[in-house]
């Protein structure tokens, strides 16, 4: 039985993180974090009527009090970083959806992981669609390396561009040289027309009510385009992918960056 602590259970993503851990046989939820509520329990809200579990505001006390094996982050960019670090003083090993982490953040935190010799898992997404077209785009980049990305999500998402999209950027930049994209002589008559700059790709964020979360990664040559497009229609989308995380971690003894790490 692997014991887990969901941060950010009212937020639409740990909403279905805590039904993951209901459903699963081999997961048993014992508390939640949240950004207030400290001392209530999760049955004190109607959609959690069923799942009596303490709410703690400070992880640091949470994971004092409770045995925990897995942290399942689902916050805010700003927490995501101190979340983990938390979780290493406390042995916890945690399994991070939340995105907006600098590659420095990354590399203290893989530091970390080695120190403590704990597994870690941070996915910018957790869905198994989207690792195939974060993996496809890398490989067509090797033979087509004119490449845009426009990534598309609701209008409360608060990072820009998307943890998949730098993702997907990291990836294809791994097979191509830095190329600068369109004309030399190229003017932006308005600031950001042709999107974030990666290493001469670029990338552009789409924010929109009624999205959830798409990508397409558009290839161009010579008389011929690729795209190559996901989307999530829901949220349900990502939990297969937070399971298979969840008990890969448990295995590991060091941060792994990137579901694709995780799957042939
Ligand atoms: N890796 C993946 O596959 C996916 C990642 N995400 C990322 O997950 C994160 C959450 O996304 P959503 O659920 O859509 O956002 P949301 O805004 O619906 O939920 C965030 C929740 O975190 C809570 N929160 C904020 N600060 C907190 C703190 N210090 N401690 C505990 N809880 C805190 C908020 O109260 C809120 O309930 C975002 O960073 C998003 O980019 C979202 C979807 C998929
Ligand atoms: O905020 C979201 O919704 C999502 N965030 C992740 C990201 O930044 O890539 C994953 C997915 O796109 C949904």
Redesign the pocket.
Known sequence: MTRIVV?????????EAVQLCIKEQDLTLVAV????HDGMRLSDFPEFSDVDVPIY?E?DRCFSEQNVDVLVD???????K??MEIAFLHGVRPV?????FSDQDISDLTRLAEEKQLGAII?????IG?ILMMKFSQLAARYMPDVEIIEQ??D????AP???ALKTAQLIAQERQPKHQGHEQEVEERAGARGADYEGMRIHSVRLPGRV?HQEVLFGGEGQTLSIKHD?LN?KS?MP??KLAIDQVLKLETLVYGLENLID
């Open positions: 941060a950010g259970p009212r937020g639409k993503m740990g909403y974090v949240d950004s207030k505001t992880m689902l916050t805010t960019p700003a927490f995501g101190k979340h991070v959806g939340t995105t907006g996915a910018p997404n957790f869905a989207a999500h609701h409360q998402k608060l990072d998307s943890g998949t979360a999530s949220r990502f992918g937070v």
